[in-house]
């Protein structure tokens, strides 16, 4: 972060503002003193992916220059469903699961938010305190008087819903938008909140707190979002084969953590410098001239999949997801933990191996060679390793006669054997 810049520069430079309501007037009052502002995400697992990371990170950037963020969890709201983005309506979850959900993300929160700041500590909400304890008439009376149903269709993430000719949108989903107004002016009334923040697809439920708070305390506030993230080739950030890629590391290991931000398009890699990352522009636009010099050497990978690993799971996590990476690249294995070697077996060809032909005087390299598919036969096997293209456990082996036995294994159960410079199979014992 640059110390002293508008966090409005700051996010114009990234690419981060969508839509803002009156740039100007909000620039001006960001500039007068310390604003409160919040970010609501509706916890509908039990852990954040990474999709949720651009606004929750944006809270974080205000945070860093001062200003006073609050996340809000959806214990409310995320028992109704926002139906912003959505094709078809969500599946409701039970208060038990939704408290749940809440106490795990609670946790993942304070590795992006700093809760413990002397002079502007972060603070977590949950909008279930406040609206709660309000009757479905007092509601009505009291919310709801301040919207007319036409002024609700207008807003795009209903009108996309309406149009849905198969289910249309449910009156369940269909009041999110007031849920989410009530939480604006209650945060300013309570809190003297006076910015949200949110993805684009937030813009309509935003400019409804804005005017319901306008109405109910005639009060200026100001909304703010920030762009939906697509890749380069119109794919949903944040999705894998496996799936969603969690913030938890239970539910994605660090390494593929790692691996995801590592593997990102080139073309796509400097942007997602821009959006994640607390790099300043001077660094970013630095690695954005290596990767355009000598892409192969993945300077602007490599420093996005470290930061990012680095901020949700700590500097020894990323440190060890960098380690392990570094294996399937020739990197040494002394001193390498289990748990780290394991999370490469998932990502080359295993086969497995009896124990017992690895005892005593073991089994020939070229024959494991041979049997691993990495050479044609155990005559070319023995061609493979004169030539000094193979390697055991990373080591390169040039004995043509070499036998591995039980002292070979890693942690006495795998075996890592490399051809040339990307080829790997590794050999578990059974």
Partial sequence: ??????????????????????KAELRQRLEASPIVLYAGFDPTADSLHVGNLVPLLALRRFQLLGHHPIAVAGGATG???????????????????????????????????DFDAAANPARLADNADWTAPVSYLEFLREVGKHF???????????????EDREGGISYTEFSYMLLQAFDFYHLHKELRCELQIGGSDQWGNITAGMELTRKKLGARVFG?????ILNSDGSKFGKTAAGAVWVDAEKTSVYRFYQFWIRTDDRDVCRYLNYFTFLNKEEIEALAAEHQARPEARAAHKA????????????????????????????????????????IVGEVPTRQIDKARL??????????LAEAGLSASKGQAR?????????????????????????????????????????YTVLSVQ
């Fill in 79 to 113: 028992l109704v469903g926002d139906p912003s983005g959505r094709a078809s309506e969500r599946q409701l979850l039970t208060p038990e699961a939704l408290a749940h959900n809440i106490g795990c993300v609670k946790k993942q929160l304070r590795q992006l938010l």
């Fill in 1 to 22: 972060m640059t110390q002293g810049m508008n966090i409005i520069d700051e996010l114009e430079w990234r690419g981060l503002v969508a839509d803002c309501t009156d």
């Fill in 359 to 368: 005892d005593g005087a073991g089994t020939p390299l070229a024959e494991l």
């Fill in 224 to 228: 703010l979002t920030l762009p939906l």
């Fill in 304 to 343: 996005l999949a470290r930061a990012m690993t680095d901020l949700v799971h700590g500097p020894g996590a990323a440190a060890e997801a960098v380690r392990a990476s570094e294996i399937l690249f020739g990197g040494e294995l002394e001193g390498v933990a289990e748990s780290t070697f394991r999370e």
């Fill in 383 to 423: 061609k493979d390793i004169e030539g000094g293209g193979v390697y055991v456990n990373n080591i390169r082996e040039a004995g043509a006669r070499r036998n591995v036995k039980t002292g070979d294994l890693l942690f006495g159960k795998h075996l890592l054997l490399r051809k040339g410079k990307r080829n």
């Fill in 148 to 162: 007319s149903v036409n002024q609700m269709i207008g807003k795009e993430s209903v009108r996309a819903r309406m």
